[in-house]
């Protein structure tokens, strides 16, 4: 970024014109030079007038001392009223000029007293004193020298040889102006080498300009050279037609004796004076001895010189900037077009800039410009409270102008600075670049999910505590302000560290402008507090708002694993992607989809299992029917042999033991893969186990074993498949009947415990049971032979009808002790838990428990 | 008994075990070994009952039954190795009469035939009776005034107890009558554990009346609930 640091340049009087713009510039050109001269050489005219009077001729000196003292003493009085507005901006450049202009804006003119010069004397040495006394406050060592107009008036009085001596003394310390005074042919006073120590002797009509070197001091001035009271002027070399038609008047160039109407008194007419004035002045800086203070010397000069070029340099720079504006403008309107193109461009680019340079930068930028652009802005306002030539003298509107663009440069560069900002925050919001941020993140993501937790915690509590730390700072901050406060107010002086601080900023960045900077700073510091507040508070906010989001995820895994408990293994549970949970969350996912995969394939198999059986006991049943229909023939035959009737006997047996297997097969089958039809109807357990017990009387009777069952009176309603349920006991009998010990007892029993209704068979086991075996598993029998009745399928089907039923059933053998335990939830109970009911027979149960509910009324029996 | 019965199957053997035990029955049967054939006999000789199978060649069981029930109204049995329930009620509903699952029991099958055959050729004399006075349910029929049950309109023997149970379950057919309402109202008098009572009577009705008293159609057992007579 350009920062443009507009030395001021002060007290332009002149107008400088074209010259500016034409390569280096001539300062000797400027009509403040060639009023300067003059000066000099009235000023070096009267010293020596003087120096003859003070040497001799009383009665003539008198006169001619009286009145060049006079004029000595009024032309700085005249002057000082509009130089001292000159010297009020002449040092803007430091950063004391703002106090200094503060304090000679307030500095009185002469018309406040009235023509009382006297009266205004006194006042301007007052006002010097506490001026001076101000500026060496600040370490400002240039005021007061010899160079300064007030010096004349101030330091010399002129009223005495050794006052004169003085000045002349500091006069010959500035080695841009080279001069020599001759009076009488004797050489008065000479700042040149070899001439200075000849003060005093005989002046031979040696050219001084032979012993200077023509280059360095370009300007050439003699007086009366060669006793015509006439002044020759050489620049470079060339003669200067100074007198031009010979008459003086406003326009004239120089304003010095010589012309037809201005000629210069008799008492001057033994004095010559010569003058060298230097091409490019330096500053002298003289420290004199026993003193801590630097005078400089040379400044007018060197600051006329110096001035010129920073305001041709401003003057480019204006020129530069609005041409640069100009065309810029020519661009935008001839480019309107694509504006919207060039605007997402910016955009774009400035996306590439990352969020943390940015955030960086944004602050940085923001104080520097503030601090450069507070001056300009200042000057700005001025003009617009006070109109546009408050700071203008003599007309110098082209250094008005440069100014004003200064200002303007800075406005442009603050409308771009939030226009930027602002067209960033609207263009790139949630697309930004940020690689720390995201390493942050990344970093975060890495580590498992507690570890995580206890970081975050972590980080909030080292928020809290440098914000703790921040308030004391602060807090610190403050009390050392007050008690520098306290210690002004007291009068009493002390040294500021605040101020110390700012200065060591304030050398870095800039000055932003005088004092008001150090206000600025302190200002600042609250607004730093805000800051850091407002970070802390941002980093508890965001954690906040992960630990709200973590508990609403929590509450959705949680949901989630409740959903996939209770079998929806469909819908999987998907959380943003920065979520804690997310990892967890996909887990879950994938334990849901191999459920679903695993539960799939079980199905899957199950069905191809059921078609298989059903295919094969479809292709047995078809040879099956054969075989037993020509048993069934065979066994008509009357004319048979009684051994084979016999055969025949077994033959039928078997093929309908096989027919029976077939179907037990068939129907086991479709009660695991669920594809068995169920009508599902509360009923009385009771009921149901005594009319299977009335059911099989004839075998229980026949058999040697001796039934004990426990059936509680009152209905113990469950709601299952009646018919399934009577084939699960029917096994269960058949069971204990065909593999209880001879003569022993089966113990029957229904109870109601804890809201199921409990049925338990235990028996005796004829032959000894083998601990680990699972006689529920298919075709698993106590007896490994396969030589009984049984088709090992009897418990594996009553357990599959139970569990379709929605009951369960369980085997324990202990030692010989034979014990099915079937359980069945209590239907007043079950009906909270339907959800739950086997897959297949939801509906048809519901509709079943519906029809049997429905009461049927005596009136309705009695009519039929 | 000269009834003509049509047997298809496209198992050879197992229609020829069939026309055996007809035969010795006293049937005449004609025999034919898929759904074409046996329409084509039908359009050519009178038959009074057919026994099909479902899954045949060429034309399949359901679908030629269709084509017969087009035109003609007798009788059918149909065979079949599935068994499950779908398959029954969707053979029912096609306008077979019976259905028997395979493997069946020759002595079933030949009951089935006899109280099919029975029913046809009564049909009309059924419904020449007062309907006021008895109570038809399917093959089976109540005389109220007689007190005496009919299946396949031959007269059942049934002692004084049984007749009084089938009179209470014919008359309120497909509702379910616990043993203790039963036994209350038969017996005329509080019951103790009817259960087997009961059941003991049902098991005695069931062997006299139903075709398979081991699956059978009529007098049900309603588990855990109690007994009903199913409505036909």
């Given amino acids: 970024m350009m920062v443009i640091n507009l030395a001021p340049a002060v007290g332009m009087t002149a107008a400088c014109g074209i010259d500016v713009f034409e390569g280096q510039p001539d300062y000797q050109e400027s009509e403040e030079f060639r009023y300067q001269i003059s000066e000099r050489l009235s000023m070096l005219m009267g010293v020596a007038a003087w120096g003859k009077n003070d040497s001799g001729n009383e009665a003539d000196g008198t006169d001619a001392k009286s009145r060049a003292g006079q004029e000595l003493n009024n032309r700085p009085l005249q002057e000082a009223v509009t130089v001292q507005e000159e010297t009020v901006v002449e040092q803007v450049a430091d950063y004391a000029g703002e106090a200094a202009a503060e304090f000679w804006d307030n500095v009185e003119g002469p018309e406040a007293f009235g023509g009382d010069w006297d009266a205004y004397q006194q006042y301007l040495e007052e006002q010097q004193a506490y001026y001076d006394e101000m500026m060496n406050e600040y370490g400002y060592v240039g005021a007061g020298g010899y160079d300064d107009y007030y010096g004349w008036i101030y330091s010399y009085d002129f009223g005495d040889q050794e006052s004169l001596d003085r000045y002349m003394a500091d006069m010959a310390k500035d080695k841009n102006l080279r001069y020599a005074v001759i009076c009488q042919n004797k050489l008065l006073y000479s700042n040149m080498e070899g001439f200075a120590e000849k003060a005093g002797q005989e002046w031979n009509g040696e050219d001084f300009s032979q012993t200077l070197d023509a280059e360095a001091y370009n300007f050439i001035l003699w007086y009366n050279k060669e006793n015509d009271g006439k002044v020759q002027i050489a620049k470079d070399g060339m003669e200067e037609n100074v007198y031009g038609n010979g008459v003086y008047s406003d326009n004239s160039r120089w304003r010095v004796p010589g012309y037809a109407n201005f000629t210069i008194g008799e008492s001057f007419g033994d004095v010559v004076v010569f003058l060298a004035v230097a091409k490019n002045p330096q500053l002298y800086m003289v420290r004199e001895d026993g003193s801590s203070r630097v005078t400089q010397y040379g400044g007018r000069l060197y600051d006329m010189r110096q001035n010129m070029v920073c305001l041709q340099n401003a003057v480019w720079r204006a020129v530069f900037f609005m041409t640069a504006a100009a065309v810029l403008l020519a661009i935008a309107f001839l480019m309107r077009k694509s504006r919207r193109q060039a605007v997402e461009r910016i955009a774009d680019f400035l996306r590439i800039i990352c969020l943390e340079v940015k955030v960086l930068l944004l602050p940085f930028l923001t104080i520097l410009l503030a601090g450069k652009s507070a001056g300009p802005f200042l000057r700005l306002a001025r003009w617009c409270m006070y109109g546009f030539s408050y700071y203008n003298r003599g007309g110098d509107y082209i250094y008005e102008i440069a100014r004003l663009t200064e200002a303007g440069v800075y406005l442009a560069v603050w409308f771009w600075l939030i226009y930027l900002v602002v067209l960033d925050f609207r263009m790139n919001r949630g697309r930004q670049k940020r690689p720390l941020f995201d390493l942050l993140k990344v970093k975060d993501f890495k580590y498992p999910i507690q570890k995580r937790l206890v970081r975050r915690k972590q980080r909030t509590l080292i928020a809290e505590i440098s914000l703790s730390i921040l308030f004391a700072a602060v807090l610190c901050a403050v009390w050392l302000f007050m008690q520098e406060y306290t210690t002004y107010l007291t009068g009493g002086y002390n040294y500021s560290y605040v101020y110390d601080a700012y200065e060591g900023v304030a050398q870095e960045l800039g000055y932003p402008s005088g004092l008001a900077g150090f206000y600025i700073a302190y200002l600042m510091m609250p607004g730093f507090v805000f800051a850091a507040l407002g970070t802390f508070t941002m980093i508890t906010f965001i954690d906040l708002r992960k630990t709200y989001r973590l508990a609403v995820d929590i509450g959705a895994l949680a949901d989630q694993i409740l959903a996939v408990r209770e079998g929806s293994l469909t819908e999987a549970l998907v959380l943003s992607e920065d979520s804690d949970l997310r990892e967890a969350a996909d887990n879950l996912n994938q334990i849901q989809r191999g459920m679903e995969t695993a539960l799939a394939e079980q199905v899957k198999s199950e069905r191809m299992k059921v078609d298989l059986v059903t295919n094969v006991s479809h292709d047995i049943k078809t040879p099956l029917t054969s075989i037993i229909s020509y048993a069934e023939l065979l066994r008509q035959e009357k004319e048979l042999p009684q051994h084979v009737k016999e055969y025949i006997q077994i033959l039928g047996e078997k093929a309908e033991r096989l027919r029976g297997i077939v179907q037990d097969v068939f129907e086991i089958s479709k009660a695991t893969s669920g594809q068995l039809p169920m009508q599902m109807e509360v009923l009385d357990m009771g009921k149901l186990l005594r009319q299977t017990l009335a059911d099989m009387n004839d075998q229980i009777s026949q058999s040697t074993l001796v039934m004990r069952t426990a059936i509680p009176e009152t209905s113990v309603e469950v709601t299952a498949d009646g018919q399934r349920l009577y084939r699960v006991f029917q096994n269960l009998l058949q069971n204990a009947l065909r593999y209880s010990l001879e003569g022993s007892r089966v113990y029957l029993s229904l109870t109601e415990e804890a809201g199921q209704a409990v049925v338990r068979i235990k028996n005796t086991s004829g032959m000894e049971l083998t601990a680990s075996k699972d006689f529920t598993e298919r075709f698993v029998r106590g007896d490994e032979s396969r030589t009984d009745g049984g088709s090992g399928l009897g418990l594996s089907i009553a357990k599959s009808f139970t569990e379709a039923c929605g009951g369960s059933l369980t085997v324990e053998t202990d030692a010989d002790l034979f014990t099915v335990t079937v359980a069945f939830p209590v239907s007043g109970q079950e009906q909270a838990k339907d959800k739950v009911a086997p897959r297949t027979t939801e509906g048809q149960g519901k509709e079943a428990i519906q029809d049997s509910e429905k009461p049927v009324t005596p009136e309705e029996v009695e009519s039929v | ?232």
């Fill in chain 2, 1 to 232: 008994m000269d009834a003509c019965v049509l047997v298809v199957d496209d198992d050879r053997e197992i229609v020829r075990a069939i026309a055996l035990l007809l035969e010795k029955e006293g049937y005449r049967v004609i025999k034919a070994y898929d759904g074409m054939e046996a329409l084509r006999i039908l359009a050519e000789t009178e038959v009074q009952l057919i026994i099909m199978d479902v899954m045949m060649p060429k034309l399949d069981g359901l679908s030629a039954m269709m084509k017969i029930r087009e035109r003609k109204n007798l009788p059918i049995i149909v065979l079949s190795a599935k068994t499950e329930e779908t398959d029954k009620i969707l053979g029912l509903s096609m306008g077979a009469d019976d259905y028997v699952a395979k493997p069946f029991h020759p002595q079933e099958l030949a009951a089935r035939v006899k109280s099919q055959l029975r029913r046809y050729t009564m049909l009309g004399g059924i419904h020449a009776q007062n309907e006021a006075e008895e109570i038809v349910n399917g093959r089976l029929c109540y005389r109220l005034k007689e007190r005496t049950l009919y299946a396949d309109g031959e007269p059942v023997r049934l002692t004084a107890t049984e007749t009084k149970i089938m009179e209470l379950l014919m008359k309120n057919r497909g509702r379910i009558f616990p043993a203790e309402e039963i036994y209350e109202r038969v017996w005329e008098e509080p019951s103790f554990s009817p259960e087997n009572t009961v059941m003991v009577h049902i098991r005695h009705i069931r062997e006299k009346i139903e075709l398979n008293p081991k699956e059978p159609e009529y007098v049900k057992v309603v588990w855990g609930i109690g007994y009903k007579m199913e409505k036909k």
